[in-house]
């Protein structure tokens, strides 16, 4: 049993890790990183309708500091910023540059600019690390600029800007001059890659392109907020997106882009997502919040746990195995113990017992088959003790029936022949003495009767003693003087030494035994002999013995003097009696849990037996 179910348990254990850890690694390689995006986006998201209500609680200043943003940032981890109705970043309208006294190309059709323009000179930069640009452009004052940039009514959109450092603007007498000979030594600044690279695919005919010749006339940046503050120019990454943004607003028409967030991008390897949502500023006008978000955390860490995985299913295999072994092992133990058990109980074998090491069901089940054991053990002991019983009531009748027809047989006989000797009227002058015999015949059966049954009644296993504290010395007083008139008659000396003690018995029947043992002495004591009494502690105990001189008795007849009807056959020894006197006070000794035994001494017997002191 214990193999099997134990192979049972552990493959089905083991078979059940081995699930529950592919599970996981299936789960993990196929969902997690899902997982992850889902909660990263509804986290992003929730954190993004904190910013709004916030930012809108601000004013125009406080919302130029930059500061929600960074906070922002530093919680998520993400970046966010506001762009206008335009797609331009709310916190960058500063980052501006003036040109004047140019000329303006369309389609190449050139025409004297008749206006200054101002150009949003931050965002046209991919990343604006310091202002070194901008002292760069107030330094070269008055030299040509050219801008290129998309028309969309009257609202310019740069998306490049190139400076020639050698030439002023003054020195050219004509536009074409510039059209012809290009710009040749010029400073690429700023560039929006984005605009720059979707225009050319527009559809919209009301976008033209339009470049700007002029002068740069003046750079304006607000000097308490440099570059490095501002969050959106801080990555590059963003301000590309946020430039994406302003040209889908701008080159596709029609297009909500807040209904396509959130948005994937990926760049060199990493993903990120973008989320877009729209709000109306205090006038009514649109504002976009736009948020970025790096997943480039789960993509690392799930691409180390595809490696690192082989170590991870081998220590699973290794822990599923010790755990399945331990578990199978913990299972099956008790249940082969109460198997065991219920095996022992079937064939009647009620020693064994099961350990119980736990509260839950299975200790519950070994508590009551450990009380299913003994129950049936007491009961079985029970019916076995009645059987017992029956058979030695059964063996108790038999033996008196046998006895009574055996031991009945010599003084019927004797009755028998000396009423026929008297219904003859052979012996006339001896009548007396025949009606003597038949009168000591019939005195001797009645004696035989009460004895026998006596012992049949201590030897049913019915009787019950009746336990009782008494001194041992009144006892042998007693006893001493019922038998008084059969010591004076062989004129017997008497020697007691019995200590002043109490024992726990039945105190008639231990007079009975007394009686029994002193008749006993009193008979096979020689005229003018001395019987002695003791009585003293042993352990606990009091042995008390009763000693006469006379005849030993043979060693191989010591123990088969307390059979019932057995008298020793040896001369000098007397033979009256009914042989069941010694048969009678060893019952009564068992029913005492005594000890007892006869033995002999120099000058004669000592019958010896305790009773429990008290």
């Known amino acids: 049993m214990k193999s099997r179910l134990f192979l049972k348990l552990f493959f089905l254990t083991l078979a059940l ?28 998201s929730d954190s993004m309708d904190e910013f709004q209500k916030e930012y809108l609680k601000l004013d125009d200043g406080e919302r130029a500091n930059h500061e929600l943003e960074r906070s922002f940032h ?41 206006q200054e323009y101002t150009i949003p000179l931050a965002y046209l930069e991919n990343s604006l690390s310091d202002t070194s640009i901008l002292e760069a452009l107030e330094n070269y004052r008055d030299h ?37 000979g290009g710009i040749d030594s010029y400073m690429d600044y700023m560039r929006n890659r984005v605009l720059d690279e979707r225009i050319d695919h527009t559809r919209d005919q009301s976008l033209k392109k339009k470049i700007l010749y002029g002068k740069v006339d003046a750079t304006q940046t607000p000097e308490q907020y440099p570059f490095q503050m501002n969050p959106v120019l801080s990555n590059r990454v963003f301000l590309e997106q946020v430039k994406a943004f302003q040209a889908d607003l701008l080159l596709r028409p029609g297009h909500d882009p807040v209904e396509s967030s959130p948005k994937s991008y990926e ?19 649109p504002l976009y919040f736009i948020s970025m978000t790096s997943l480039q955390p789960i993509d690392e860490a799930m691409e180390m746990l595809k490696d690192y995985y ?29 198997n065991k058990t219920a095996k022992d109980m079937a064939n009647l074998q009620f020693e064994q017992r099961i350990p119980i090491k736990t509260s839950d069901e299975i200790g519950e089940l070994s508590e009551s088959i450990n009380n299913l054991s003994d129950n049936l053990h007491r009961h079985i002991n029970q019916l076995q003790h009645e059987i017992q019983k029956e058979k030695q009531l059964e063996h108790t009748r038999k033996n008196f029936i046998a006895g009574v027809s055996h031991e009945l047989k010599t003084p019927l006989s004797i009755i028998q022949s000396c009423t026929a000797i008297l219904q003859d009227g052979l012996a006339k002058d001896r009548t007396d003495h025949y009606f003597e015999a038949i009168n000591r015949e019939v005195s001797r059966m009645d004696r035989l009767i009460v004895d026998m049954l006596e012992l049949a009644k201590y030897e049913s296993g019915t009787f019950q003693l009746q336990p009782d504290a008494f001194p041992v010395k009144e006892a042998i007083q007693n006893v001493f003087n019922q038998l008084m008139m059969k010591i004076q008659e062989k004129d017997l000396q008497i020697h007691m030494d019995v200590a002043d003690v109490t024992v726990l018995a039945d105190q008639h029947r231990i007079e009975q035994v007394l009686s029994n043992l002193l008749s006993n002495a009193i008979k096979h004591t020689p005229a003018a002999g001395q019987v002695t009494i003791e009585a003293h502690p042993e352990g606990g105990h009091v042995r008390i013995s009763i000693i006469n001189e006379g005849e030993p008795i043979e060693e191989t007849q010591l123990k088969r003097i307390w059979d019932q009807f ?25 029913l005492h849990d005594a000890e007892y035994y006869a033995q002999n001494t120099d000058r004669g017997v000592c019958f010896s037996f305790t009773l429990k002191q008290m």
């Open 144 to 180: 040509v600029l050219e801008v290129k940039a998309i028309a969309k009514g009257d609202e310019l959109y740069p998306y490049e800007m190139v400076v020639d450092k050698e030439h002023h603007l003054n020195n050219r007498e004509s536009p074409f001059e510039i059209f012809d």
């Open 566 to 590: 057995y008298q020793e056959k040896k001369a000098g020894r007397a033979k009256d009696g009914t042989g069941l006197g010694l048969a009678i006070a060893k019952n009564i000794l068992k």
């Open 74 to 114: 530093q919680e998520t981890n993400a970046w966010i910023t506001v762009l206008d109705e335009k797609g331009y970043v709310k916190t960058l309208e500063d980052y501006t540059l003036t040109i004047t006294g140019g000329f303006v190309e369309e389609g190449g059709i050139v025409a004297n600019m008749d």
């Open 310 to 338: 082989i170590y991870v299913i081998i220590g699973a295999v290794i822990l599923a195995l010790l755990g399945s072994f331990y578990y199978s092992k913990k299972i099956t133990q008790p249940l082969v113990n109460i």
């Open 17 to 44: 890790c081995m699930l529950m850890v592919g599970g996981i690694y299936i789960g993990q390689t196929l969902f997690f990183d899902e997982y992850y995006e889902s909660s990263k986006i509804g986290e992003l």
């Open 267 to 285: 760049r060199n390897g990493v993903s990120y997502k973008i989320l877009v949502d729209k709000k109306l500023d205090e006038d009514g006008k």
